[in-house]
């Protein structure tokens, strides 16, 4: 089967850089998942789950937005921030969402609205990703 590179990185460091089958990525006008060969793209990201798929397992992360650019030799995300579901601090997040909320129900004024807005969507998917692992992770049928 044909495998594509994966490159992840921040503006602080590579996150991921791995032969993988196929990407699922947040982008602005929905989700596009993105197989080899895939023809050359460049699109914005939505704050979002992302999701790799690689010798039949899969790995999701959270990132909360940037840029995806498929080239012939590879796909890179630029992100402006990514964490791997497992590393997700679901106690940081959470203060991060009540922080936010509490900022949108008061009167703050609109620019601090709009980056309270940000900063819950970015909370919201970290959360949901989280989630999504912990739910996976517990069994159906504990003894
Ligand atoms: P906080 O208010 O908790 O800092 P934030 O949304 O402002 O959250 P970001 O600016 O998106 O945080 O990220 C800053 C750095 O902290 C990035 O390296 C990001 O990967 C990491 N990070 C933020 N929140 C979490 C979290 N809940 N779990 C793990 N890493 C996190």
Do not use: C, Q
């Not at 495998?3 to 602080?12: G, H, N, P, Q, Y």
């Not at 006008?29 to 080899?36: A, F, Q, R, V």
């Not at 914005?44 to 909360?64: C, F, S, Y």
């Not at 106690?91 to 609205?113: I, V, Y």
């Amino acid at each position: 089967m044909p495998k594509t590179r994966l490159e992840i990185v921040t503006a602080e460091k590579l996150i991921y850089s791995e032969d993988v089958d196929m990407v699922v990525a947040p982008g602005v006008e929905g989700y596009l998942g993105i197989l080899p060969r895939h023809t050359p793209l460049m699109t914005m990201l939505n704050p979002g789950e992302l999701r790799i798929k690689k010798d039949g397992e899969e790995i999701d992360m959270a990132i909360t937005g940037g840029f995806l650019e498929v080239r012939p030799d590879k796909v890179v995300v630029l992100a402006d921030a990514a964490e791997r579901a497992e590393e997700i601090d679901i106690a940081r997040a959470e203060a991060a969402k009540r922080r936010a909320e509490e900022r949108l129900a008061g009167k703050a004024p609109e620019a601090d609205l709009a980056l309270a807005e940000a900063s819950l969507a970015r909370a919201l998917v970290r959360l949901k990703v989280a989630e999504r692992r912990r739910r996976r992770e517990r069994p159906l049928h504990p003894k």
